[in-house]
């Protein structure tokens, strides 16, 4: 498979996907994984989600940024890994930005209240799996 396609193929499964793993390093180094939804994506380069500032996910990116996000189509057999850092946002733009209505159940406090909080997933490398298939690539 050329890069190109590779490339074309990765973002649609990005686009397509509702739900991302999120892989964190815990305090020992050891990898931690969760299921996040995914909220917005501009291309392959950045990934939008959100979570509870309070949450075991927050404080281990705070202390390392390093992560890496997964997305996977079963039915397809397809994968894409993409490698990169996360950044903790707060501030108005970011938090209105994927504000959604309903989130005041988790958020009593609306889009201000200090448990809600945007991360900011930007890649550097992709990793795309599919018919037998890996192709690495720089973003």
């Known amino acids: 498979m050329e ?7 990765a973002l649609s499964l ?7 793993m999120l892989g964190t390093n815990g ?4 990898p931690h994984i969760k299921a996040m939804i ?3 994506n501009e291309g392959l380069k950045t990934v939008w989600l ?5 949450s075991r996910r927050v404080g281990q990116l705070l202390r390392d940024p390093r992560a890496c996000l997964y997305f996977v189509d079963m039915e397809k057999w397809m994968g894409l890994m ?3 850092e996360v950044e903790v946002l707060q501030d108005a733009e970011s938090r209105q930005r994927l504000w959604r ?5 988790y958020y009593p406090l609306g889009v201000n209240d200090p448990d809600y909080t945007v991360l900011r997933f930007t890649a550097r490398q992709g990793n795309y ?3 037998l298939s890996n192709v690495i690539f720089e973003l």
Do not use: C, P, W
């Open 3 to 9: 890069k190109e396609e590779a490339i074309e193929q």
């Open 14 to 20: 990005a686009d397509r996907s509702g739900i991302v």
């Open 27 to 30: 305090d020992d180094g050891t």
């Open 38 to 40: 995914k909220m917005e």
């Open 50 to 54: 959100s979570t509870n500032t309070s």
């Open 82 to 84: 993409l490698v990169g």
């Open 101 to 105: 209505e309903g989130y005041e159940r």
């Open 129 to 131: 799996y599919h018919a």
